[in-house]
């Protein structure tokens, strides 16, 4: 049973930060030692991303990345704003981001927003309740009946996860209209201080929502959709447990980042990949175009060598990196939203977060499908 996608929707902040600028923001942060702000700022350039969207960001007041949520280092500040504070800023922004990817979402699909029965919302970098699912079914004037699921603390995987979630539910009701929203707030949670992970971990990831209303096969809507949704796949990659993490503590949410994953990533995804294409009888020759998460530069091109990809294969990946960062589970669909309009044949999604886990999927072209059939 496939979900048909009639639509995608993405949103990002309204004020963005250039890295360069980003990195002079991060010594503030102690992410440097003093007097190696140069490297610092190297390790900005080498992620190769241009700007990022924050919610914290204010009105430029003489600065272009004026901002009061994080003090600078000193030895009243500690490790920064406590998680409860944090989580406080989640409440108040979350919201509305996620209210302006569905509403885009919503409007591309051409779907009445009172004829949404499940709404699946997404996020790792915050929690609240009443949450992001109440405002988005108030700012969207959603059904009150509406299903409500959580899926909550994946990763930047997580998009596969939700949309797993609506596929299924899809599946039991062939009347359901599915709507899946992501919200990351990913600025909320920088890190004070000068540990390796941390400091990469601040330097790439980014604030971001977006959304995609979806149907089942058998509903009267799929017929219109361009694309959908055929399988999933996941794995646990072996020996990898403790190389990626996600933790709640005192001051935010605290990534453990080894510099080993990139490298386990592509010792492990050329046979996952080969695997679960054949399951479709398909090989990589098959696959019209390759959405790849970007967790950061070093991951996209050990997962272009070991799928022996060319670059230009996975421009989409690399464009969505420089314009926006790393914005967790919203990334994927931000590419995907670039990308299928362009396409067409098939087009084969992957992910990564903390297990390590694997997460692939196969979205098809219905109409290239239906052309190939005649």
Partial sequence: MSLALLGIGTATPRRQIAQVDAATLAAGFANAEPGHERALAAIYRQTRIRTRGSVLLEDPAGEPFAQTFFPPADADTGGGPSTAARMARYATEAGPLAVDAARTAITRSGVDPGHVTHLVTCSCTGFANPGVDLDIVRGLGLPADVSRTHVGFMG??????????????????????????????????????????????????????????????????????????????????????????????????????????????????????????????????????????????????????ALGLEDHMLAASHEVLAAHGNMSSATILFILERMLPEADGCCLAMAFGPGLTAEVALFTNQFARKDSAR
């Fill in 156 to 305: 930047c995987h997580g998009a596969f996860n939700a949309l797993r979630v609506g596929e299924a539910f899809a599946a039991a009701q062939p009347s359901a209209v599915v709507l899946v929203v992501c919200v990351e707030l990913c600025s909320l949670h920088f890190q004070y201080g000068s540990r390796s992970d941390a400091v990469v971990a601040n330097s790439i990831f980014a604030d971001g929502a977006a959304a995609v209303v979806g149907v089942g096969g058998d509903h009267p809507l799929a017929a219109d959709a361009e694309w959908a949704l055929d399988r999933q796949w996941s794995r646990l990659l072996p020996d990898s447990t403790g190389e990626m993490g996600w933790l709640i503590g005192d001051h935010g949410f605290e990534m453990s980042l080894s510099a080993r994953v990139p490298g386990i990533i592509s010792r492990e995804i050329a046979g996952l990949v080969t695997a679960a294409l054949a399951d479709e009888q398909l090989t990589a020759a098959d696959v019209a175009a390759w959405a790849v998460h970007p967790g950061g530069p070093r991951v996209l091109a050990n997962v272009r060598d």
